[in-house]
């Protein structure tokens, strides 16, 4: 008894009418919200000038307790 894979690909018959998939189409377009992929494309991009984004940023303080001391000091990975 030999054993044959079902085929993968659709006989003429199962193939959806041109009406269906004209259908299925639309309601893909309908759910893509393309008028937000419109509006992105237009939009002036953002500037990458410095001078654009005036602000300070703080920067953290970074506090190496004494446990991380030593074993840095016994790695010899010195942290002073």
Known sequence: MT?????SHLTHDE????HEMAADCREVVSSLRLDRAVRAAV??????????????????????SAAATRIANSLHLHLD
């Open 43 to 64: 939009r002036q991009a953002p500037s990458i000038h410095f001078e654009d984004y005036p602000r300070d940023v703080v920067k953290q303080e970074i506090k190496v």
């Open 15 to 18: 193939l959806p009418t041109t």
């Open 3 to 7: 054993y044959s894979a079902p085929s």
